[in-house]
């Protein structure tokens, strides 16, 4: 089987198409960017509190939102996290209730919040911030409901509560009945007397507070800047500064678009969605590269045409394995962003969206640009001199004719 | 050339027997349970598909800076009076942010020299100099501040480590977070009550035993408590907020300045109850030499001497209780604080664990509650298993029997990176997973690049062996090059990134180096297997 047999498309001839398509692109995720959805940044970077609640039944987020404005807590974003079956509810909170003295504040002010019929004297057992093996430890052996047993009896019981609370049940329990079947009915009757269930409960938490916010940023910010400029250095040292420059431009407008993505989709810029951008950021180098090797190995070989002609012929001859290559990872990736779940969500986005762009700029962005510097020169210069690899002598290493 | 090539592979499966002996180790039985456990004794699964808390902790150093400078200010205090030397007043212009720069202002004109000898005799952490109008500078010495900094952060280390231990948290990690940012990062793993683990973990238990001045008093409000001495506290008092007699309700006592005892003269607590009641208590003991001015002091303040007061039992700031004493108590104690169990036995492990030395403040909080992670980690491994056969299929159709080598070279390249794993003990994140899906993808792009460029040799009218050799020759600059960037950005990743993204960088990085070998070299292997069968002139499929 075979795609792009001895292909001949006239790419450089589309360049004015190229551009359009770039620009537009660009110019909206900048649009985006500075006057609508702004760089949408996930609480890790802006400082905050981000809390995960499971609920039993299928939760109203209106409601909660009125629960949780009524506590004070005016900001609150609210919606649905993962498959509507779950149950479960994503609660974001803005920085102004997230301070380094008291770091939960938020995540207690939600709890309470939620908590809409608490019972005077009990401990709400699917609360897993503060009730665990120890609390349900504890109780039992103050109601001491199987008199006579031994004490590693109440922790093995414990620890049989919470496994079905979390293993089972996901960590929210309907009811105390419902661990009929899991434990004797004394046990249940002792676990009543401490205990009642609200609706909500399997708590996660993400809180970052102002300081390591600014720090994450910061340090985000420069590994994407080093890792540009560390490509930057790589190809010139492997290739010519024109060609460094032509791929980290076409990988700078990778980066550009996947986040101008995010922010047109208003969807959260998150630490895992950084590390995702930071490997196309070597990724889309790739194509990039495998395409340059055949115009240095082209301008041996074809001392008569252009450097148009031979940029033209490169892409040709390349276009199926840079299509095929990163068709290959495009499909992993997309199995990634079906199947992988909603934590992953954010960072397989940036894939898909990254390797398509990423793929496109090297052909439409990245070998262009060599041409159109070439051209600005010999305009000029008058007649220009191109500082080809294979004429300039610098680089090491050669592709072998 | 046959022997050559019995002898590369012989390597291949040298390392493949190394490898998965880095996933399973030695397995104690070869069922599927067995190999199962194998696995999950050798790579552990990170906090994102386990469950877990991760935390990371500020260090108020300056806290500790105050502590020593405060006792360096009684010091001199004392010296000073002894010397006779004048002084206006002695205190700490900057206490929040330069806790070791201590001012003396108005020392009589003669009394320099004795105030520098003193410092050289008694506090030679501190160099001192002179100012204007008579004042004094004593400025902790750049080396001493900065080690007692570190002792700082490692006592709190040791600390919070006997602690997790004592609640039985399994495979903790607890160590300094950065380089000199006085930070310290924890992560507990399958810890199924974050919000009581945080507070335990952060309380400073910092207990003191104070006089509790008014046989223990509780006032409603601090103004109540001045009315008592005609609105000014009795010397060396201070007011200390706790709760009144009854329990719940805030009341203000009147202790004395400085402690009977305090954290580190306690030699042990354990929970109990009390004998008449059966009300959970913390009994506590004191060291020798704390026992003796404990002594001493019970025995002249007890209810029958002829001047009672009662005890205050301070804990981080806070009154807990003010009992009346009954008679002289030497080297124990019990603390009644109207406790429920739970919370007697977390008071009695504090205190064994010992007083933190420095307050700290939670920078960040990362839990996975119980429904995340089982979550996670399903969708992780059907989209591990939906891509990689995706990617197997694919090239299966489009090479043929280039595509069954190539496929062999991918899952060499698993078994590689899941080896590699192994030996580190690295720690499986969800975005891990996600870097061995990529490794998928990337990986079998060299293969592309061999494979396209051997056709392409082919289309020319090159022999089989030649169309080989020269694919593997043109196609390595290229696969060289494209590594090396992606490696580049996966080790920053590595070394900025945090948990799970350091994880992925790491995952990306054992990937893309076991590439270049299966890649590359197990294929080009495979080829020259299948070439030496071959009679000359014979059609390669690819």
Same mark, same amino acid.
């Given at each position: 089987m075979e795609f792009f047999r001895n292909t001949n498309i006239d790419f450089l001839g589309r360049k004015w198409y190229f551009l359009t398509f770039s620009l537009i692109f660009s110019v909206a995720g900048i649009f985006s960017m500075l006057f609508w959805h702004g760089i949408p940044l996930g609480v890790e970077f802006r400082g905050g509190t981000r809390v995960y609640v499971k609920f039993t039944q299928t939760p109203n987020n209106d409601e909660i939102r009125a629960l949780l404005l009524r506590a004070g807590l005016r900001t609150a974003g609210v919606q649905r996290y993962d498959k509507p079956e779950y149950n479960e509810v994503e609660i974001v909170l803005d920085q102004k209730e997230t301070s380094e003295q008291d770091l939960d504040a938020g995540k207690k002010q939600i709890i309470n919040a939620l908590e809409t019929n608490p019972v005077a004297g009990k401990d709400d057992l699917n609360n897993n911030d503060k009730i665990g093996f120890s609390a349900v430890r504890s109780a039992l052996a103050l109601r001491n409901p199987m008199p006579g047993a031994a004490p590693e009896e109440y922790d093995?019981?414990?620890?049989?509560?919470?496994?079905?609370?979390?293993?089972?049940?996901?960590?929210?329990?309907?009811?105390?009945?419902?661990?009929?079947?899991?434990?004797?009915?004394?046990?249940?009757?002792?676990?009543?007397?401490?205990?009642?269930?609200?609706?909500?409960?399997?708590?996660?938490?993400?809180?970052?507070?102002?300081?390591?916010?600014?720090?994450?940023?910061?340090?985000?910010?420069?590994?994407?800047?080093?890792?540009?400029?560390?490509?930057?250095?790589?190809?010139?040292?492997?290739?010519?500064?024109?060609?460094?420059?032509?791929?980290?431009?076409?990988?700078?407008?990778?980066?550009?678009?996947?986040?101008?993505?995010?922010?047109?989709?208003?969807?959260?810029?998150?630490?895992?969605?950084?590390?995702?951008?930071?490997?196309?950021?070597?990724?889309?180098?790739?194509?990039?590269?495998?395409?340059?090797?055949?115009?240095?190995?082209?301008?041996?070989?074809?001392?008569?045409?252009?450097?148009?002609?031979?940029?033209?012929?490169?892409?040709?001859?390349?276009?199926?394995?840079t299509i095929l290559t990163s068709g290959l990872t495009f499909l992993t990736v997309l199995s990634l962003f079906l199947f992988g779940g909603e934590v992953l969500h954010g960072f397989s986005f940036a894939l898909v969206v990254g390797i398509v762009i990423g793929t496109y700029s090297s052909i439409a962005v990245a070998a262009p640009m060599l041409v159109a510097w070439q051209e600005w020169r010999s305009v000029r210069a008058g007649r220009g001199t191109v500082p080809l690899p294979a004429q300039a002598g610098k680089s090491k290493v050669r592709a072998k004719v | 050339m046959q022997k050559n090539l019995l002898s590369k592979t012989a390597l291949i499966f040298g390392v493949l027997i190394v490898f998965l002996g880095g996933i399973f180790g030695i397995p104690k039985s070869l069922t599927k349970d067995g190999l199962k456990q194998a696995v999950a004794d050798r790579i552990h699964l990170g906090l994102d598909l386990k469950g877990g808390t991760h935390l990371i902790l500020q260090v108020m150093v300056n806290d500790a800076v105050n502590a020593q400078s405060d006792h360096a200010i009684e010091l001199l205090k004392d010296e000073l009076s002894k010397a006779k030397v004048a002084y206006a007043d002695i205190s700490k212009p900057d206490e929040k942010n330069q806790p070791e720069r201590i001012v003396v202002k108005g020392v009589a004109l003669d009394g320099g020299t004795q105030l520098?000898?003193?410092?050289?005799?008694?506090?030679?952490?501190?160099?001192?100099?002179?100012? =204007?109008?008579?004042?004094?500078?004593?400025?902790?010495?750049?080396?001493?501040?900065?080690?007692?900094?570190?002792?700082?952060?490692?006592?709190?280390?040791?600390?919070?480590?006997?602690?997790?231990?004592?609640?039985?948290?399994?495979?903790?990690?607890?160590?300094?977070?950065?380089?000199?940012?006085?930070?310290?990062?924890?992560?507990?793993?399958?810890?199924?009550?974050?919000?009581?683990?945080?507070?335990?973990?952060?309380?400073?238990?910092?207990?003191?035993?104070?006089?509790?001045?008014?046989?223990?008093?509780?006032?409603?409000?601090?103004?109540?408590?001045?009315?008592?001495?005609?609105?000014?506290?009795?010397?060396?008092?201070?007011?200390?907020?706790?709760?009144?007699?009854?329990?719940?309700?805030?009341?203000?006592?009147?202790?004395?300045?400085?402690?009977?005892?305090?954290? =580190?003269?306690?030699?042990?607590?354990?929970?109990?109850?009390?004998?008449?009641?059966?009300?959970?208590?913390v009994n506590f003991y004191l060291t020798a030499a704390a026992g003796k001015k404990f002594a001493l002091f019970t025995g002249a303040h007890s209810k029958d001497s002829a001047n009672p007061s009662n005890l205050a039992i301070v804990l981080d700031n806070n009154v807990i209780t003010a009992p009346s004493i009954n008679s002289q108590i030497s080297d124990s104690g019990i603390i009644e604080g109207g406790f429920d169990e739970q919370h007697a036995k977390d008071l009695a492990m504090l205190l064994r664990s010992g007083a933190l030395p420095a307050s700290l403040h939670y920078l960040t909080e990362s839990t996975v509650g119980p429904s995340l992670g089982a979550d996670s980690i399903n969708a992780g491994i059907k989209a591990a298993t939906v891509g990689m056969l995706a990617v197997l299929i694919f090239m299966l159709v489009y090479y043929r029997g280039a595509g069954i080598n190539a496929n062999i070279a991918l899952v060499l390249n698993l078994i590689i990176l899941l080896g590699f794993m192994g030996f580190f003990s690295a720690v499986l994140t969800l975005p891990g997973i996600a870097g061995v899906i990529l490794t998928v993808g990337m990986g079998v792009d060299s293969n592309v690049l061999i494979f396209e460029r051997i056709r392409e040799e082919l289309r020319n009218g090159k022999a089989a062996a030649a169309a080989v050799d020269q694919g593997f020759n043109r196609a390595w600059t290229t696969i060289l090059d494209t590594h090396v960037t992606t490696i580049v950005s996966a080790l920053i990743l590595f070394l900025v990134g945090t948990g799970p993204v350091s994880g992925f960088g790491l995952t990306l990085i054992f990937g893309l180096l076991a590439n270049l070998f299966t890649a590359v070299f197990v294929s080009r292997v495979i080829f020259d297997a299948v070439l030496s069968r071959k009679g000359r002139g014979e059609a390669l499929s690819i």
């Open positions: 093995r019981i414990a620890r049989q509560v919470l496994d079905f609370r979390d293993k089972q049940r996901g960590g929210v329990l309907k009811s105390i009945d419902e661990l009929q079947g899991t434990v004797t009915p004394p046990v249940i009757d002792a676990l009543k007397q401490s205990f009642y269930t609200s609706n909500f409960g399997g708590l996660s938490a993400q809180i970052v507070g102002p300081q390591v916010g600014a720090q994450l940023k910061q340090q985000a910010t420069l590994a994407v800047g080093f890792s540009l400029l560390a490509m930057l250095v790589y190809l010139w040292f492997r290739f010519e500064l024109i060609y460094g420059v032509a791929a980290v431009v076409a990988v700078f407008h990778d980066t550009l678009i996947t986040i101008g993505a995010f922010s047109l989709t208003n969807q959260e810029i998150t630490l895992t969605v950084i590390a995702a951008i930071l490997t196309l950021v070597g990724y889309s180098m790739n194509d990039t590269i495998v395409v340059f090797d055949r115009i240095r190995e082209n301008v041996k070989l074809m001392r008569r045409e252009s450097l148009a002609e031979i940029v033209n012929r490169s892409i040709n001859q390349t276009l199926s394995r | 520098r000898n003193i410092v050289t005799d008694h506090l030679p952490e501190f160099d001192v100099t002179g100012g =204007t109008d008579n004042s004094w500078v004593l400025l902790m010495k750049a080396t001493v501040l900065s080690s007692l900094k570190v002792r700082t952060v490692e006592q709190s280390i040791e600390a919070i480590r006997t602690r997790v231990d004592s609640l039985g948290v399994s495979e903790p990690v607890i160590q300094q977070n950065g380089l000199g940012e006085n930070q310290i990062l924890v992560q507990l793993p399958g810890v199924d009550d974050p919000g009581r683990v945080k507070t335990l973990l952060s309380s400073t238990a910092r207990l003191e035993l104070r006089e509790a001045l008014d046989r223990g008093t509780p006032y409603p409000t601090e103004r109540a408590a001045l009315e008592q001495h005609g609105g000014l506290l009795p010397p060396s008092t201070v007011l200390i907020h706790g709760k009144s007699r009854r329990g719940e309700a805030d009341a203000v006592y009147i202790v004395s300045r400085t402690s009977v005892a305090s954290g =580190t003269d306690i030699r042990g607590a354990d929970a109990g109850n009390k004998s008449d009641t059966n009300e959970p208590i």
